[in-house]
């Protein structure tokens, strides 16, 4: 499978061919998905609120927020390949040199989203960790325009349908 960053390369090319995301459709669709995950990581965090005490409380509202932002983007990314803010924007994730109905394995899924979606999920964090990871995929985007989470997961953000 080939992959083209624009339309009229996939016109040239006479094949089926997967067009690469912009910057601007990932970017929006982070937003969405940030918002989204942190209504999640609210729900974690009452959960681990009301089943702890004082002491316990410390620990456990970190790990409440990093749940709930890891129960939205895991099985969403591993099932379909997609999240509600990847969907809007027509985005899907696909293994990467795949005919692109693969969504990625449990493993790469979640190298994949593991850290942003336990840090996006933190009130305040998440501002920080979203301007570090949109200058990352600013300055870093090689030729499939993959940020490191991408190569590491061996996946890349395709428009769907193409």
């Given at each position: 499978?080939?992959y083209a960053r624009d339309t009229?390369?996939?016109?040239?090319?006479?094949?089926?061919?997967?067009?690469?995301?912009?910057?601007?459709?990932?970017?929006?669709?982070?937003?969405?998905?940030?918002?989204?995950?942190?209504?999640?990581?609210?729900?974690?965090?009452?959960?681990?609120?009301?089943?702890?005490?004082?002491?316990?409380?410390?620990?456990?509202?970190?790990?409440?927020?990093?749940?709930?932002?890891?129960?939205?983007?895991?099985?969403?990314?591993?099932?379909?390949?997609?999240?509600?803010?990847?969907?809007l924007f027509g985005l899907r994730?696909?293994?990467?040199?795949?005919?692109?109905?693969?969504?990625?394995?449990?493993?790469?899924?979640?190298?994949?989203?593991?850290?942003?979606?336990?840090?996006?999920?933190?009130?305040?964090?998440?501002?920080?960790?979203?301007?570090?990871?949109?200058?990352?995929?600013?300055?870093?985007?090689?030729?499939?325009?993959?940020?490191?989470?991408?190569?590491?997961?061996?996946?890349?953000?395709?428009?769907?349908?193409?």
């Amino acid at each position: 499978m080939a992959y083209a960053r624009d339309t009229a390369a996939v016109a040239a090319t006479g094949g089926p061919v997967l067009v690469l995301a912009s910057n601007g459709r990932r970017i929006a669709a982070r937003l969405v998905d940030t918002m989204i995950a942190s209504i999640f990581a609210c729900l974690g965090f009452m959960a681990a609120a009301a089943a702890s005490d004082g002491a316990a409380l410390v620990i456990l509202v970190p790990v409440g927020f990093a749940a709930g932002g890891l129960l939205y983007f895991l099985p969403l990314v591993h099932w379909w390949g997609t999240t509600v803010g990847k969907r809007l924007f027509g985005l899907r994730v696909v293994r990467l040199w795949s005919d692109g109905t693969l969504p990625p394995s449990w493993r790469d899924t979640f190298i994949r989203e593991f850290d942003r979606a336990a840090f996006m999920s933190f009130p305040g964090l998440n501002l920080l960790v979203g301007a570090i990871l949109l200058a990352q995929m600013l300055k870093d985007r090689g030729t499939y325009h993959q940020s490191k989470y991408d190569r590491a997961a061996r996946t890349v953000v395709v428009r769907w349908p193409a």
